[in-house]
């Protein structure tokens, strides 16, 4: 025991413990609802702790390269995402009218969530090359940068992952010290050009937003998904229906109980005091991480952190603003607690370049 104390001590000993623990406690979180979720499938929790072993290996190997190394590499990553998403879009699997998963032989991946990590680092690596006079031009090159893989997103469609990567762009963006007054212009002009975009969206985005405002008149239809989702929630009370019991979710009324709407299968069977808990626990990852990005030594690192940071916050804050139907149902799943491998590995892959910041910060500070 002593030898595996040692040795595990030995490998761990540079991942920030706050953060490791508030993480996996999520994570075993997601294991005990995704079991009730899924009709007690012993094989598809299973497949979930296979893609948490995965993601917490690449997490560690994150945590040990030093935040230059990364700014080197963020080009090529960059590049590489893009050549992905192009093959997607060329030769990509069509998954319930949706292009957007990469056939790999051995298995399939999702390009689009690696995106989430290879945009931000993108634009933090440009804008810290030009840190010394940023100027209007340099924020325009970035914002390029972003608009290019978001275009290819929606194009498969996968509205929900084009506004979380909108978003994380958008989060470096202001973190470099984008104007209020550019900011204002940005939503008059989407505001100007709303009528357009309305006119682009695909019907069932159009529907999605018609049914916030009128679920009621779509019960049977899109509608369906957010009144299942309140009734889930609202079922629960104080302290739920218990674990296992959840009647929306055991007689199959609840769509998607296992990725995009288990934060309703959790509310039902651990009610408002499971909520209250699981919230904090979020609140608290994100404070710890909103730690580390205030004391990242340098530009990128903390353009990077804080993106990464604010895009999870955004993350979880759009999926249970959804399933409690205050937003559009877009198709983003609650991290670290929905079912989904390629997800978890860019979760787990983000805290890692987080643990790689604070732990190179230390080292150069002694």
């Given at each position: 025991m002593n030898v595996i104390y040692k040795l595990?001590?030995?490998?761990?000993?540079?991942?920030?413990a706050y953060l490791l623990l508030l993480v996996f406690s999520l994570l075993g979180i997601g294991l005990v609802i995704l079991y009730s979720a899924s009709d007690q499938s012993i094989g598809r929790v299973l497949y979930q702790v296979v893609n948490i072993l995965v993601a917490f290996v690449v997490m560690w190997v994150f945590s040990l390269i030093p935040p230059q190394q990364l700014s080197r590499f963020a080009l090529p990553i960059y590049i590489l995402g893009l050549v992905l998403l192009i093959a997607v879009a060329i030769h990509g699997e069509v998954r319930l009218g949706a292009r957007r998963w990469l056939n790999l032989g051995v298995t399939s991946i999702q390009p689009s969530e690696f995106m989430k990590i290879a945009v931000p680092m993108m634009l933090a690596w440009y804008l810290d090359k030009h840190q010394e006079a940023l100027r209007?031009?340099?924020?325009?090159?970035?914002?390029?940068?972003?608009?290019?893989p978001v275009i290819f997103i929606l194009k498969q469609p996968d509205l929900g992952t084009a506004l979380i990567i909108l978003a994380?762009?958008?989060?470096?963006?202001?973190?470099?010290?984008?104007?209020?007054?550019?900011?204002?212009?940005?939503?008059?002009?989407?505001?100007a050009l709303s009528p357009v975009i309305w006119h682009h969206m695909h019907d069932y985005q159009r529907q999605r937003i018609l049914t916030l405002l009128h679920p009621a008149q779509y019960r049977l239809g899109a509608g369906y998904h957010i009144i299942q989702s309140t009734i889930a929630m609202g079922s629960g009370g104080m302290f739920g229906q218990g674990w296992l019991h959840g009647t929306q979710a055991k007689l199959n009324f609840l769509p998607e109980r296992s990725t995009d709407f288990i934060f309703a299968v959790f509310s039902e069977e651990f009610?408002?005091?499971g909520i209250m808990v699981l919230v904090l626990l979020f609140a608290l990852l994100i404070a710890r991480c909103m730690v580390i990005s205030m004391n990242a030594p340098t530009l990128f690192t903390r353009l990077l952190s804080g993106s990464l940071t604010l895009t999870f916050f955004t993350y979880a804050f759009v999926n249970?603003?959804?399933?409690?139907?205050i937003l559009p149902v877009v198709g983003i799943p609650l991290p670290l607690i929905s079912y989904g491998g390629t997800s978890i590995v860019t979760l787990l892959l983000g805290f890692g370049i987080l643990m790689s910041i604070n732990l190179h910060r230390k080292l150069v500070q002694t």
């Amino acid at each position: 025991m002593n030898v595996i104390y040692k040795l595990f001590v030995r490998f761990f000993r540079h991942m920030d413990a706050y953060l490791l623990l508030l993480v996996f406690s999520l994570l075993g979180i997601g294991l005990v609802i995704l079991y009730s979720a899924s009709d007690q499938s012993i094989g598809r929790v299973l497949y979930q702790v296979v893609n948490i072993l995965v993601a917490f290996v690449v997490m560690w190997v994150f945590s040990l390269i030093p935040p230059q190394q990364l700014s080197r590499f963020a080009l090529p990553i960059y590049i590489l995402g893009l050549v992905l998403l192009i093959a997607v879009a060329i030769h990509g699997e069509v998954r319930l009218g949706a292009r957007r998963w990469l056939n790999l032989g051995v298995t399939s991946i999702q390009p689009s969530e690696f995106m989430k990590i290879a945009v931000p680092m993108m634009l933090a690596w440009y804008l810290d090359k030009h840190q010394e006079a940023l100027r209007l031009r340099d924020f325009a090159v970035a914002s390029l940068f972003l608009i290019v893989p978001v275009i290819f997103i929606l194009k498969q469609p996968d509205l929900g992952t084009a506004l979380i990567i909108l978003a994380s762009g958008f989060f470096v963006l202001f973190l470099a010290g984008l104007g209020w007054r550019v900011i204002g212009g940005i939503f008059l002009a989407i505001a100007a050009l709303s009528p357009v975009i309305w006119h682009h969206m695909h019907d069932y985005q159009r529907q999605r937003i018609l049914t916030l405002l009128h679920p009621a008149q779509y019960r049977l239809g899109a509608g369906y998904h957010i009144i299942q989702s309140t009734i889930a929630m609202g079922s629960g009370g104080m302290f739920g229906q218990g674990w296992l019991h959840g009647t929306q979710a055991k007689l199959n009324f609840l769509p998607e109980r296992s990725t995009d709407f288990i934060f309703a299968v959790f509310s039902e069977e651990f009610g408002f005091a499971g909520i209250m808990v699981l919230v904090l626990l979020f609140a608290l990852l994100i404070a710890r991480c909103m730690v580390i990005s205030m004391n990242a030594p340098t530009l990128f690192t903390r353009l990077l952190s804080g993106s990464l940071t604010l895009t999870f916050f955004t993350y979880a804050f759009v999926n249970m603003a959804m399933v409690s139907g205050i937003l559009p149902v877009v198709g983003i799943p609650l991290p670290l607690i929905s079912y989904g491998g390629t997800s978890i590995v860019t979760l787990l892959l983000g805290f890692g370049i987080l643990m790689s910041i604070n732990l190179h910060r230390k080292l150069v500070q002694t």
